[in-house]
């Protein structure tokens, strides 16, 4: 019994003596760490404190502005996000006419780069950019090496007067980006023309261009495919803006572009719109999106046709991926009238 005191009292001594030389330990350690951390603060300068908690600036984007929604729509596509891309002729709006406003004039004078599908479509661009007295801007003409087509059908004019003639285009039929293949080579001439403004994002430009092209190439295919089906496919449109869609497949056929004013139409005018249209035994007539035209309507039923739409893309969303949307609603469109 007296042994096992002793012991007892021997292991309570212990770890008394254990717990002492652990907390010595521990505060040799702590007092070590705390003139560490006093050590690395004395190092460090206000300035360099200062420094390590600012957040790194961001690269400033390249600005880019482009004319209406289609040239948009693959300027965006090519850009994604490493670029900045603003549109000048809001969604909608009617761009042969259109007339620049001051805001305009403000983002092309603070723009890196502007974008006009060319061929004479934007008139309003020339002043506006002079106005904008920006030495730096780079412009890209995304219809540069593309043939024009001038008229490749008759023009019926149904009114008296030359005053209600529609838009001329004295540099050729600039509706170039409803053809795919043609649209293929306007997103190529951005993605050169970003390029050459921003050569430090050019892996990302030929990746999203390259993407995009891959995807007009499956749009050509599938017009290819579907409008061989629809032999002789003739039609009259009211507005001269399908020629190169026409020209690119050949089952397809613009036979005539009736022109129609809106308002102040005599009883002669009518029957002259009417005439035309008979005169070419089409299968199909094709209006536009928003165009809310009485005569379209009164022909459509006088003639026994369906008046069907076919978007132009001057108007709808700015996502790039609205193209492919609208072109291939546009190609049922011509598939069910055709047939």
């Not at 092209?213 to 290819?224: A, G, P, R």
């Not at 249209?277 to 094709?286: P, S």
């Amino acid at each position: 019994m007296g042994n096992w005191r002793k012991f007892r009292t021997y292991r309570r001594r212990n770890s008394i003596m254990s717990l002492v030389a652990v907390l010595v330990l521990l505060m040799v350690a702590g007092c070590s760490e705390s003139n560490q951390n006093q050590r690395t603060a004395a190092q460090q300068s206000p300035q360099t404190q200062e420094v390590a908690s600012t957040p790194t600036p961001q690269p400033v984007k390249t600005k880019v502005v482009t004319t209406f929604l289609p040239i948009y729509l693959f300027t965006k596509a090519v850009a994604g996000n490493v670029a900045d891309v603003e549109i000048l002729v809001p969604p909608g709006t009617e761009v042969h006419e259109y007339q620049a406003t001051p805001e305009n004039v403000k983002a092309i004078a603070t723009a890196n780069v502007l974008v006009k599908n060319g061929l004479g479509l934007e008139e309003f661009l020339e002043d506006t950019v002079k106005n904008a007295q920006n030495s730096k801007l780079t412009e890209i003409d995304a219809s540069k090496n593309i043939k024009p087509l001038n008229e490749i059908s008759p023009v019926e004019k149904t009114a008296k007067t030359e005053e209600e003639r529609d838009h001329e285009h004295a540099k050729g039929n600039p509706h170039v980006w409803l053809d795919p293949v043609l649209a293929k080579q306007q997103v190529s001439n951005i993605r050169d023309g970003l390029i050459a403004a921003d050569p430090g994002n050019k892996a990302t430009y030929e990746a999203n261009a390259a993407a995009y092209i891959k995807e007009l190439e499956t749009l050509n295919s599938e017009f290819q495919e579907t409008l061989q089906k629809t032999p002789n496919c003739t039609f009259v449109t009211f507005h001269d803006a399908f020629p190169y869609l026409a020209k690119r497949y050949n089952n397809l056929k613009q036979v005539a572009v009736v022109e129609i004013p809106e308002d102040q139409l005599s009883p002669t005018d009518v029957q002259n719109a009417i005439n035309a249209v008979k005169k070419y035994k089409v299968k199909a007539l094709f209006s536009e999106p928003g165009v809310d035209n009485k005569l379209l309507t009164s022909l459509s039923k006088d003639l026994k046709l369906s008046l069907r739409t076919l978007d132009s893309l001057e108007s709808g969303e700015t996502d790039p991926q609205y193209y492919f949307q609208a072109m291939k609603a546009n190609l049922q469109t011509l598939e069910t009238a055709c047939k």
